[in-house]
């Protein structure tokens, strides 16, 4: 689950933000996908000017590979056409390991293939911009792994090349009469340069007195639909999914996301004021 860098969550207006993030893929089936998604992000003023800073760490396992990173983030904000635009920044430490030890060999002799873990490390850089209209549209354009970076695994001359990862996402969100009620709509597209994937997202949300539920549907065009449920509570908000295939894979199969957070206000863009109140928006 590579996560896509979004600038304007690091540091929302106010809000000191702490998420984290558990998935895990194709259920059933030995050596499968799991990931741990963490994140924290706030708001900070330098020169009369809004930034926002945050810090990642990503642990992703796949059958004998294990990919984790650890990153800062920076993000500047500014005014542009009654909305704001995010320019930021990502600059961290990418770290891959393979553990050789757990190979199951036909030919345990075949020097082809490594018998020990062997790890490395790279720096790790990405960016993006992202522009919100009001609480009525957004869309944002990132890129992950700038540099492509080419690990040296440290073992006969192995290499892992990591390439370049883009994202382009996009949302709208559509008034209802009820003034609690209204449909938000997303939009993902991720690619390589040669593979992609698309998905759409729409949730009924219900929000009053700063208190919100959800309920929604993904679909992802020849891969898988997704159902999503969550809400807000006493400022933690708590999420959980299901992606389910829609290749020849069952449904038990499918692809489990938990994810919670917490967020507080610390305002440290005027000052005098450091108000703490636990409220929640997404």
Known sequence: METSFN????????????????ASDFTGFKHNPQTM?????????????????????????????????LAAQYAYKFKLFKGTMSVGIQAGLLSEN??????????????????SSINGNSLDLGAGVYYTYKDKWYAGLSCQHLTAPDIDLGDNNTHLKVDRSYYLTAGYN??????????????????DLSAYR?????????????KMMYAG?????????????????????VGYSYEVYTSALSLSNGS???????????NLLKKGKNLHKSVRIL
């Not at 050789?100 to 030919?107: A, F, P, R, V």
């Open 7 to 22: 600038p304007a969550a690091a540091g929302k207006v106010s809000k000191l933000n702490v998420d984290v993030a558990y």
């Open 37 to 69: 998604y963490a994140s924290a992000d706030m708001p900070f003023r330098l020169m009369n000017v809004i930034n926002g800073a945050g810090l990642v760490f990503m642990n992703d396992k796949l059958g004998l590979y294990t990919h984790q990173k």
């Open 98 to 115: 393979f553990d050789g030890t757990k190979l199951d060999l036909e030919d345990p002799n075949d020097t082809a293939f490594t018998k």
């Open 174 to 191: 559509i008034k209802l009469r009820n003034p609690f009620l209204q449909i938000r709509t997303s939009g993902l597209l991720r690619t």
């Open 198 to 210: 698309g998905d759409v997202t729409a949730r009924l949300q219900y929000t009053n007195d700063k």
């Open 217 to 237: 549907l993904g679909y992802s065009p020849t891969n898988s639909v997704t159902v999503l449920i969550g809400g807000n509570f006493h400022g933690v908000v």
């Open 256 to 266: 489990h996301e938990f994810f919670v957070g917490y967020q507080t206000d610390v």
